[in-house]
């Protein structure tokens, strides 16, 4: 039996001095029939309770230092005491001390928050203490709760009336308040999670969240994340851990978690406790951010969205609470459509206008490195979309990672050898969302400039913070923390209520001592609900090691300037500008090494402009550095960089640079206004081959607010800029009709046509692509963009018939009519199913426990939910 002493509280120097009376205050963790008693030189005092659950007393010091705590019953009789003795010393008597306190290690700081994080009244959890929480409900409210999670398989959101007692180690706050299920999986636990509603603030809070993490062996899973996503400066909820208690029902360890409301939004991301906040979305499964098209109804019907926050001053919105989420839906699909395709800085800074991205891309890298499959990008649902109204900007806030660090579990929805692809590190998504759809992440990551920024941020990720020796120290100080609460929890799931339903694990000490290291929780049906197939450590260790071996196999784009003042590399703002020529008697370039380019500047540097040859450059070669307000122009037909006499110069050294030229009329120009540039000349040999053309070109704007995604791509550096050999350029496909089906030369990087997760769905006729179309012929401007013939995820069976299907089917598929079976309705989501949605459409078809539908013995097997489809 543990017990945790909170404060010893002394009233006046005297009785320091004097030092002959001893206090006590300790936090009982039994309910309410029983009391605590003090065991000092083998005699029993009663301890004294005016504000459960803190028992006081306080006696003469006497020979012994030592002492323990006991339980009493009603009648007096010792039930129970602590296993160990407790030493009384002089430092007792002159601080509050909490016995066994530990101090929580913080993990290393990769990147500075992007937001205010905070205000004096509103701070985060004290994380090294464990707080302690007794609701006193009306019970027949309460019961109401714990009986009924669901109501005719919907959330059961009413609630119970409560005095609550909220002590921490220097404090005990007394309030009123509301209680109220939250969640939607964690209701199926008998562990249920809850909030509460106070009537007055408690450490600047009147929205706590207790969350049960029943599924989770450690206890820590959603703890280590958030502390990830705040290493990274991304703005999340703060968690600390209490023992909760309700009316006679002891509950055991949960995490206490902020409520991601107005008051969080505006203490956290503003900085102000009476900020002005603007409208925001709870989202849920299915939340693909897609516009729908005007009005709420669209919105409101797929169930994926929950409206949260309301501006009422928002004069744009007008009195409608939707329309934050259809502005910035129409907003991304219009940012789509005009710069898919567009490779400039141009694109970036357009999106950057109205959507916070950086924030975004630091979210994805921690999604990637914990596996996070209930969250943002792979299952679309548990973030916030929050319209900022101080920055004009839309920007998502990720809540609830309970979800992380346990791989795919065996899942479809993930790639079957996810842990052994280096690329799993950026595509391990790809097939995990509903109907694969992948159209927010995809349309973001068409842009080398993006893709490129995730790619840093990732290895900064990997080398600084995902590594077991700077995450285990925080794993150890909470293991510590919380080891003998995990022992006393474990024992309590048996004692709870037996009426209350819902899954049970038997987690034992053992289980939480493994997992938190390196071993795995094997199933145990008889036993427990859940398992988990990786320790935590050995999960960082794997994917840590998996994604440091992505990000020495990316090529970087960084671009680089010579600042006139210090002569140092410094970040600048930079462009693609394509510049596309007609092709003909196309043949493959040569393989050339590629070496460093040396760049030298002094002073003003001239632009030199060539007459009679234009110069398509290979994009991985670094880009021309440009310093000059009002350059010089000096004109040529040698295409060599040529100055003015006694004019300073940018010298550029060039060995064995591979280029494709032709001979033209017409020179490049920079189409930028008002800014010089320089265009980089090669003396080259010229091959029978032109393409469309990407130069990079670099100018001299001032960089901008650090948060911009494009101020942060640039990078400080040497004078040498080292480029990675290229390995795959050289090869160019030859533009005929036949290249529509792509001949496989190796069956084994073929995909299996029968896994429907494989392959795509043939109700658009954009997946029949015409033999015509030059689109299909990639053009070799950059190194993603050429690939070998035999790139494994493009090549598909041309004999295959389930890969072309007829376009004429789409006339065939028919909205499915929504019946009731059993009072249950058939859900109006394809593909989903459970209390939130209905029954599965197809009568075949089995609910998984995740609410999903399907066939396999994922869905069909334990923990299928048979109120809503077929089961095995």
Known sequence: ?????????????????????????????????????????????????????????????????????????????????????????????????????????????????????????????????????????????????????????LKNDSEADCNVTFVTKTNIYQRTGKLQLIGFDSR??????????????????????????????????????????????????????????????IYGLYSIVDSVNGKWIASIVHGDDDAHTG?????????????????????????????????????????????????????????????????????????????????????????????????????????????????????????????????????????????????????????SRKDKDTYFISSLFKHDLIKNRYNEIMKETVNKLFNVDSISPLIDSLSTLIEEDVEWNSGLIDKLDSSITGYVNHFTLENFKGNTNFKMVDYNPKLNYNDANFGIKKWIQLRGNQCKKYVKNVTFMTTKQVDPTSNKLVATKSEYIPVVTKSKNISSVNKTNITPIVIKTTETPVVNKTTNSSVAVKTNISPVIVRSSNPKIVKTNNPKVTVKKNSPQIIFKTINTPVVTKITNKSIISKSVNEAKIIKTINTSILNRTTTIRVPIVSI??????????????????????IKKSTNTSQVRKPTTTNQIRKPTTTSQVRK???????????????????????????????????????????????????????????????????????????????????????????????????????TNEFCKFGCLKAFGACL
């Open 1 to 153: 039996m543990k017990f945790q002493t909170i404060s010893l509280t002394l009233t006046n120097l005297s009785l320091l001095v004097k030092a002959v009376t001893w206090k006590f205050h300790v936090v009982s963790i039994m309910e309410p029939s029983y009391r605590i008693g003090l065991k000092y030189e083998n005699k029993i005092v009663n301890m004294q309770s005016q504000t459960f659950p803190v028992f006081t007393t306080s006696i003469d010091s006497g020979s012994s230092k030592t002492y323990k705590y006991v339980v009493l019953d009603n009648n007096g009789r010792v039930v129970s005491e602590e296993g160990f003795e407790r030493n009384y010393t002089d430092e007792v008597a002159t601080i509050n001390e909490v016995y066994n306190s530990v101090e929580i290690k913080s993990l290393p700081q990769v990147y500075k928050s992007l937001f205010k994080n905070g205000t004096n009244n509103y701070k985060d959890y004290e994380d090294n203490q464990i707080y302690t929480v007794y609701a006193k409900c009306d019970e027949n409210a309460y019961q109401y709760l714990k009986y009924n999670p669901f109501i005719n398989h």
């Open 188 to 249: 199926r636990y008998k562990k249920l999670s809850w909030k509460i509603k106070l009537d007055k603030k408690v450490l600047g809070r009147k929205t706590i969240k207790f969350r049960g993490g029943a599924n989770d062996p450690t206890l820590m899973r959603d703890k280590i994340s958030t502390e990830l996503y705040k290493a990274v400066g991304v703005p999340t909820y703060s968690s600390a851990y209490a023992r909760v208690m309700i009316n006679n029902d």
């Open 279 to 431: 409208t925001s979305y709870k989202t849920y499964a299915g939340a693909s951010l897609k516009y729908l098209g005007e009005g709420q109804k669209s919105y409101v019907g797929i169930g994926s969205y929950e409206l949260d926050e309301v501006d009422p001053t928002d004069k744009e919105a007008n009195g409608d609470d939707w329309y934050r989420l259809v502005h910035f839906t129409k907003l991304f699909q219009d940012w789509n459509t005009t710069f898919g395709n567009d490779q400039s800085f141009a694109a970036v800074e357009a999106l950057e206008k109205f959507f916070n991205l950086e924030s975004l891309l630091r979210q994805m890298v921690i999604e990637s490195l914990t596996f996070a499959y209930d969250n943002f990008w792979a299952n679309s649902g548990n973030f916030a979309l929050y319209y900022n109204p101080e920055q004009n900007k839309y920007q998502i806030i990720p809540y609830d990672f309970d979800g992380t660090f346990y791989g795919s579990m065996g899942s479809e929805r993930f790639k079957k050898y996810y842990n052994e692809d280096i690329n799993n590190c950026i595509n391990w998504a790809d097939v």
């Open 701 to 722: 704007n001032k960089a901008k607010s650090t948060t911009s995604v494009i101020n942060r791509i640039k990078k400080h550096a040497t004078t040498t800029y080292q």
């Open 753 to 855: 046509p029968t896994t429907t997760s494989q392959v795509r769905k043939s109700t658009t006729t954009n997946q029949i692509r015409k033999p015509t179309t030059t689109s299909q012929v990639r053009k070799p401007t950059t190194t993603n963009q050429v690939r070998k013939p035999t790139t494994t995820n493009q090549i598909r069976k041309p004999t295959t018939t389930n890969q072309v299907r007829k376009p004429t089917t789409i006339n065939q598929v028919k909205k499915p009519t929504i019946k009731a079976i059993n009072n249950i309705k058939i859900s109006n989501v394809a593909g989903r199913c459970g209390p939130k949605y209905g029954r599965c459409q197809k009568s075949t078809e089995c609910c998984s426990k995740f609410g999903y539908c399907g066939k």
